[in-house]
Antibody, heavy 115, light 107 residues
C-alpha cells in the first residue's frame, strides 16, 4: 500500500523557518518525481515545487512565489522528501501536501504563519 | 504562467443529473490536463489524467473531454458521493497550475 505522511507543520511567526518532511512507503521512491502542493484556507490549490530522481540529477522547479525562500530536497535512503521553508510570510499559511504522480497524496500538514 | 479558468465556481445539482465542469487554458497544454475530486477534510483524488483517461477505481459515470483549449469533466447520473470540490490541473509547463475549483452541491 502506498503511503505518504507529512509532518513538521505548525504555528510560526513571519520571517521564521520551518521544515516539512514527507515519509513514504509502498512504491519505488528512488525513481519517483516528488511534488509539494499547498492549499490555502480559501481552498485554492497551488503547486509549489518538484524534485526529479537521481537519473535526472535531482532537478528542481519552483513556483515564483517561493523561489529563493523554499527548498525541496530528498533522501532516497529514507524514502523521504523535504520542504525547507525560510522567510515565511502570512500568505504561506496553508495545508501542505506531498504527492507523487499526483495519484498518491499525503494527508497534509497545516502551516500557519502569524505573529 | 498558464492560467486555468475553471467554471462554474459553484454548481447546485440534483441526484441523477448530468453535470459538466469546464477549464479553459490560456495557452496550449495539449492533453496535459488532470481532474481531481476533493471532499471535506480529505486530500485531492485523481479522477482523470491525459484529459480523457479515467484513473484507477474511478466510476465510469465520470468522463473527460477536450475541445480546443476547453477541457471538461462530465458526471453522468450524479450520486450523493460525488458532492465535492473539483479541480483541474495543467502539467504541460512549469509552474503547473490549478483551476480555481468547482463546488458541486445538492440543489
Amino acid at each position: 500500500e502506498v503511503q505518504l505522511v507529512e509532518t513538521g507543520g505548525g504555528l510560526v511567526q513571519p520571517g521564521k523557518s520551518l521544515k516539512l518532511t514527507c515519509a513514504t512507503s509502498g512504491f519505488t521512491f528512488s525513481t519517483a518525481w516528488m511534488h509539494w502542493v499547498r492549499q490555502s484556507p480559501e481552498k485554492r490549490l497551488e503547486w509549489i515545487a518538484r524534485i526529479k530522481d537521481k537519473s535526472n540529477n535531482y532537478a528542481t522547479d519552483y513556483v515564483e512565489s517561493v523561489k529563493g525562500r523554499f527548498t525541496i530536497s530528498r533522501d532516497d535512503s529514507k524514502s523521504s522528501v523535504y520542504l525547507q521553508m525560510n522567510s515565511l510570510k502570512e500568505e504561506d499559511t496553508a495545508t501542505y501536501y506531498c504527492t507523487t504522480a499526483f495519484a498518491y497524496w499525503g494527508q497534509g500538514t497545516l502551516v500557519t504563519v502569524s505573529s | 504562467d498558464i492560467q486555468m479558468t475553471q467554471s462554474p465556481s459553484s454548481l447546485p445539482a440534483s441526484l441523477g443529473d448530468r453535470v459538466t465542469i469546464t477549464c479553459r487554458a490560456s495557452q496550449d497544454i495539449g492533453n496535459y490536463l488532470r481532474w481531481f475530486q476533493q471532499k471535506p477534510g480529505k486530500s485531492p483524488r485523481l479522477m482523470i489524467y491525459g484529459a480523457t483517461n479515467l484513473a484507477a477505481g474511478v466510476p465510469s459515470r465520470f468522463s473527460g473531454s477536450r475541445s480546443g483549449s476547453d477541457y471538461s469533466l462530465t458526471i453522468n447520473s450524479l450520486e450523493s458521493e460525488d458532492m465535492a470540490i473539483y479541480y483541474c490541473l495543467q502539467h504541460n509547463e512549469y509552474p503547473w497550475t490549478f483551476g480555481g475549483g468547482t463546488k458541486l452541491e445538492l440543489k
